[in-house]
């Protein structure tokens, strides 16, 4: 009897939990996106895609959550009926982007890039979609795709262009639907058909010769203008202060922006917005 007792004492509290934890939905999703993430990271395993060996950048970027992993040989994979093709780097390569991405991405709170569901960060060389060569892609099992031949100030620019559409998606899982950022804009405007239709040289150059725009890449698409426009106020704070006290529009479209991402996640707080306007 005293035995039977003892482990009624013991069972009842966990399953207690596990009762409470069913009738949690938060719980139960937070579970499912778990398993889901680690059947991802598994595929791109399989794909002969391996974690980074130990440094100090990696280290610093495990500690935020973030994974890197890198080619053991070139590799295809399959992302909306193209097909993403890449080969393995150097170790200079390697440690180069790394310098870069590791400063750059240490300035998220560790809260806020779990919440946009950026777990991974794949650094290949040739990186192409299809036939067409690519510097980055995001969102890609949970990964942000890195193409390593490119120098500092590209990547850094990249790397917070790439984080904002794993931001915008995971505010509402889509991109290219938002009719406040619309009513932004001048009447007469209209977005181009796309970022992949508008690869000119140069369209990325960040300037003010677009009222309304911090590039030529950012009238390609809702989704793109979003992402350099917050590129820009990550990566030239000072040159986007300038922009916004001459453009009414880039004004409220960075405020938009501000309000968007406090929105999704409590860890982007006034701390991190006067952290990103003083560098």
Known sequence: MMLTVISALLITPGVGLLAAELRDPEAERA???????????????????????QSS??????????????PARAFRLES?????????????????????????LVRYPAPFLARVRLHRLLLCANLHEGREPIPSL?????ALLVDVDADA?????????????????ADDDQL???????????PDFSYGSGGRFLREPGVGR??????????????????EDKAETFAMRMAAPRAFAALIAQDPIL?????????????????????????????
């Not at 890449?86 to 750059?104: P, V």
């Not at 960075?254 to 991190?272: I, N, T, W, Y």
Request: glycine fraction near 8%; charged fraction near 30%.
């Open 251 to 279: 004004r409220a479209k960075s405020l938009a922006l501000e309000g968007q991402l406090r929105k999704l996640s409590p860890a982007v707080d006034d701390r991190f917005f006067a952290l990103m306007d003083e560098r």
């Open 57 to 70: 950048d990696v280290r610093t970027l495990t500690q935020i959550g973030v994974e890197v992993l890198e």
């Open 153 to 169: 100030v590209y990547l850094r620019r990249l790397v917070h262009h790439e984080i904002f559409h794993f931001a915008d998606y």
């Open 176 to 186: 290219s639907r938002d009719p406040a950022w619309l009513g932004l804009n001048e």
């Open 206 to 223: 960040f300037n003010g010769e677009i009222p309304g725009f911090v590039s030529r890449y950012a009238t390609s698409a809702l989704e």
């Open 31 to 53: 579970r499912l996106a778990e398993d889901a993430d680690l059947a991802l990271r598994a595929d791109l395993l399989e794909q002969g895609l391996v974690p980074t060996e």
């Open 138 to 142: 995001p969102n890609y099992h949970g």
């Open 80 to 104: 909306g009926g193209t097909m993403l093709t890449g080969s393995t780097i150097s170790a200079e390569d390697r440690e180069r982007a790394l310098l870069t991405l590791t400063r750059e």
